[in-house]
Structure formats: C-alpha cells, structure tokens
C-alpha cells in the first residue's frame, strides 16, 4: 500500500493514508475494539467514512461502511446479528455489539448493494478484488473527484486506487449537490472524475458546456449505468484530449469491461477471450455472464449479471436490467433503452427514461419522462408533446414504440448514487 504520497483531500484538510491510518489506530482504541474485531462504520459525512479505509486496509480489518441514511432497522438488524460493532462516527457513544460477537476474517471488505432490485445484500469482497485498476491504468499523477456513494461498489474501486496506486490523489466533497462537488473539484485542480452518465447529464442541464469547460480533464471514467454514445459524444466534445474509459460493473460480479475506444459496448471478439487472470464474458440468448477474479469472493463460477446485451455491427451493447429495461406492449417486446437512445437525439431531450405504464382499456402503453432542452422548454405546453411524438414516429421503427405519454419533469430524479431512479419502471405510479 502507499502510505506516502498519494493525498485525500476534504473539507477538514489534506491528509496522507499513513495519517490517517494513526487516526484509525486512536479511533478504535477509544471506542474500546481492535483490529481483530468486525467493524462497521456509519456517518454521514463521506470524508470520514473514507477516512478508516487506510487503517482497514493496512490492518486488514474486517469491516463494513455505510451512509447513515441508509441504516435502517432491517440492516443494522443484520450487521448486528452478523456479529459487527457498530461505530457511528458522528459521535462518541460507546459501539454497539453484535449478537454473536466473533473475530473478524482477515481482510474481508463487505459491500451493502444498492437494492434498487430488491432488499439490500451484504457482498464480501478482498481488497484484491476491489482493487481493479492494477493492470489497466497507466501510473500518471492524477487528482480525481470522487463522486459515488459512500459504500458503493464503485466507490471502494476508487478508494482502492488512491491506497495502492502511486500518485492518484482524491477529492472527497463534504456536500452530496453535483454542482458544489464540481465547485469543489476545480477549487483544488482536479484533473480525473469517475461518474454514471446520469452525474454528467444533470451538470449539463444544471451548469452547461461554458462552464464545465473550464476544467481541465485528462481522465474521464464512466460507469454505474448503461452508457450510451450520445454521453461518450458530449464528452469528446467538451474535452478532446482527455481519455475516455466506460466500466461495466456490479457489486457481485466487481470490474468485468473497461473500454477506451470511444465506442458504446465492448468488440465481440471479447466473448472468445479466455484467462483466469482477466475477467472472462459470455452471452447466453440475451443475458451477459462473467466470470472473474474481481468477483465478490462468495463467487468462484460463472456469474449471471442479470443484465441484458444486444449485438450491434460487431458491438455487444448493454442495454440494462432484464427486470426493468424489457418492455411487454401488447405481446411485443421492445428494450426501453432503444427508445431511449432515440429520444436523446433528438434537439428537445436533454435526459429521459422509459417505461410500460398501465392503462386501463389499452393495457400496457409506452411513457417517456422527459427533461428537456431550452428548446423544449421555449415551446407552448400544448405544443411539447406533439413535437416528441412527431420525432419519435419519424425515427422509431414500429408505430406501437412511440411514447402514448409523456411526462416533463423539472429535474433528474437520481439516487443517491447518481443513478437515473429506476422508479416507475414496471409501470406503477406514484
């Protein structure tokens, strides 16, 4: 691990791993437990729930980190009964102790998934298998902004980057709103930022190409989301000489595609390559499977994603979640990012997600939620849903792909992850 350059910066300061390792090392004795105990960590600040990763790591600590927003009676039931100390970070109270009170396993990382498919899991990981970016990054001095949740897969990725690649420094922002995180990264020079394209659409809306711009990018990593071309497009755009990278990856299955072409999905010939050091892919009718050793250590086979792939001119294309991206309309079925990937060229759609809504004599129809450009917004309310439709008719293949309803919305709605919210998508509203 480097213990010695690498640099966190927050809120509170600039600070080294070894610093803070000696703050971890004050930290639990304080709260009365050791290194050998199984730690779960809960604040809600992200700095300082970052802040114990170079003491779990360099101790080898058993642990788990959560936001404590999401600490609900249900979770904290389970880490409890799994045998955690519970420390929150806020303030001094004494840990509270788990039911059954065993050492911990050294150097097990556990993961709480999002649940945006169901009831959060615990996932163990290593730092072996967390720390993805080993083989495939090239050793330049970076200083990235970090802008995933707290917790989240994608965040252990980075925070294993800064711990045991030379020269990544790391900008943890004491605020959650995508516009003060980018205030914040310029005021300290960032130069790399890791995001899902939904972080990238919503700066777009929010504070635009003029001053996006006056960052100066060379690293540009996506991930999280589905990415599409439109987003990769914007981004050559706005910066040309920055390197583009999109990630395919879940809590279960860790880092499993890394692309650098500019291109939306991965070559096919990836399918045929086969090593037990590289994460190795496969397509079963429609499913993409991996198998590969940056997997959660409680899988050693091969790993059904639950994600949906499409072949595209050479191009395997991800498409979504085979639970909330397929749509069933009248018998036919139709992926909702197809439609989506249409509505967003078009010059009044800056952000949109679709969906099958239940209708009561028509079964189920097409809606699209809609954030629209300036030159939606410059047209009269009656005139709106005319135009989409008209430019969803000239550019959809099939009459029944056309939104029956459209649904402007004044914002992104996003999870705390920056993740388009997948709310609605099996046609219930709120």
Same mark, same amino acid.
């Given at each position: 691990?480097?213990?010695?350059?690498?640099?966190?910066?927050?809120?509170?300061?600039?600070?080294? %791993?070894?610093?803070?390792?000696?703050? =971890?090392?004050?930290?639990?004795?304080?709260?009365?437990? +050791?290194?050998?105990?199984?730690?779960?960590?809960?604040?809600?600040?992200?700095?300082?729930?970052?802040?114990?990763?170079?003491?779990? #790591?360099?101790?080898? +600590?058993?642990?788990?980190?959560?936001?404590?927003?999401?600490?609900?009676?249900?979770?904290?039931?389970?880490?409890?009964?799994?045998?955690?100390?519970?420390?929150?970070?806020?303030?001094? &109270?004494? %840990?509270?102790?788990?039911? !059954?009170?065993?050492?911990?396993?050294?150097?097990?990382?556990?993961?709480?998934?999002?649940?945006?498919?169901?009831?959060?899991?615990?996932?163990?990981?290593?730092?072996?298998?967390?720390?993805?970016?080993?083989?495939?990054?090239?050793?330049?001095? !970076?200083?990235?902004?970090?802008?995933?949740?707290?917790?989240?897969?994608?965040?252990?990725?980075?925070?294993?980057?800064?711990?045991?690649?030379?020269?990544?420094?790391?900008?943890?922002?004491?605020?959650?709103?995508?516009?003060?995180?980018?205030?914040?990264?310029?005021?300290?020079?960032?130069?790399?930022?890791?995001?899902?394209?939904? =972080?990238?659409?919503?700066?777009?809306?929010?504070?635009?190409?003029?001053?996006?711009?006056?960052?100066?990018?060379?690293?540009?990593?996506?991930? $999280?989301?589905?990415?599409?071309?439109?987003?990769?497009?914007?981004?050559?755009?706005?910066? %040309?000489?920055?390197?583009?990278?999109?990630?395919? #990856?879940?809590?279960?299955?860790?880092?499993?595609?890394?692309?650098?072409?500019?291109?939306?999905? =991965?070559?096919?010939?990836?399918?045929?390559?086969?090593?037990?050091?590289?994460?190795?892919?496969?397509?079963? $009718?429609?499913?993409?499977?991996?198998?590969?050793?940056?997997?959660?250590?409680?899988?050693?086979?091969?790993?059904?994603?639950?994600?949906?792939?499409?072949?595209?001119?050479?191009?395997?294309?991800?498409?979504?979640?085979?639970?909330?991206?397929?749509?069933?309309?009248?018998?036919?079925?139709?992926?909702?990012?197809?439609?989506?990937?249409?509505?967003?060229?078009?010059?009044?759609?800056?952000?949109?997600?679709?969906?099958?809504?239940?209708?009561?004599?028509?079964?189920?129809?097409?809606?699209?939620?809609?954030?629209?450009?300036?030159?939606?917004?410059?047209?009269?309310?009656?005139?709106?849903?005319?135009?989409?439709?008209?430019? &969803?008719?000239?550019?959809?293949?099939?009459?029944?792909?056309?939104?029956?309803?459209?649904?402007?919305?004044?914002?992104? %709605?996003?999870?705390?992850?920056?993740?388009?919210?997948? !709310?609605?998508?099996?046609?219930?509203?709120?």
């Amino acid at each position: 691990m480097n213990l010695k350059g690498n640099r966190l910066l927050t809120g509170d300061g600039s600070f080294t %791993p070894l610093e803070l390792t000696h703050l =971890f090392s004050a930290l639990i004795r304080t709260r009365g437990v +050791t290194t050998n105990d199984k730690l779960a960590f809960v604040s809600e600040r992200p700095d300082k729930l970052i802040g114990t990763l170079a003491g779990i #790591a360099t101790f080898e +600590t058993d642990s788990i980190v959560i936001p404590l927003p999401r600490l609900d009676e249900r979770i904290r039931a389970r880490i409890e009964s799994d045998g955690y100390f519970l420390i929150n970070l806020d303030d001094k &109270c004494a %840990p509270i102790r788990g039911a !059954r009170g065993c050492a911990g396993e050294s150097g097990k990382v556990v993961i709480l998934s999002s649940g945006t498919t169901g009831v959060p899991k615990l996932i163990p990981h290593s730092w072996d298998t967390l720390f993805t970016f080993k083989d495939v990054m090239t050793p330049q001095k !970076r200083t990235w902004l970090l802008t995933y949740e707290a917790g989240s897969y994608a965040w252990y990725q980075m925070a294993a980057m800064w711990l045991f690649l030379e020269g990544q420094d790391l900008v943890v922002p004491s605020s959650s709103d995508p516009q003060q995180m980018w205030e914040a990264g310029l005021a300290v020079q960032f130069d790399a930022i890791s995001s899902t394209p939904t =972080f990238w659409r919503h700066l777009l809306i929010t504070i635009g190409k003029q001053d996006i711009r006056l960052a100066t990018l060379r690293q540009i990593t996506l991930g $999280g989301e589905p990415v599409n071309q439109d987003i990769l497009s914007h981004l050559k755009d706005l910066f %040309p000489a920055a390197k583009i990278t999109h990630i395919y #990856a879940s809590s279960e299955a860790g880092a499993s595609v890394i692309v650098n072409d500019g291109k939306e999905g =991965f070559p096919i010939e990836w399918l045929r390559k086969q090593s037990p050091d590289r994460p190795s892919l496969r397509v079963d $009718g429609d499913r993409l499977f991996v198998r590969s050793p940056f997997a959660s250590t409680a899988i050693t086979e091969w790993h059904d994603t639950g994600d949906i792939v499409e072949l595209r001119k050479g191009r395997v294309v991800l498409l979504g979640r085979a639970d909330g991206h397929v749509l069933n309309i009248g018998g036919r079925k139709v992926y909702s990012k197809t439609i989506e990937d249409i509505l967003l060229k078009s010059p009044y759609v800056s952000w949109c997600r679709v969906y099958a809504r239940q209708a009561s004599l028509a079964g189920n129809v097409v809606q699209a939620d809609i954030v629209g450009t300036p030159a939606l917004v410059s047209l009269a309310p009656e005139e709106r849903e005319e135009n989409l439709s008209s430019y &969803c008719r000239e550019h959809l293949s099939d009459t029944w792909m056309v939104p029956r309803i459209f649904k402007i919305l004044p914002k992104i %709605p996003m999870s705390n992850n920056f993740k388009s919210s997948l !709310r609605n998508r099996a046609g219930n509203e709120e």
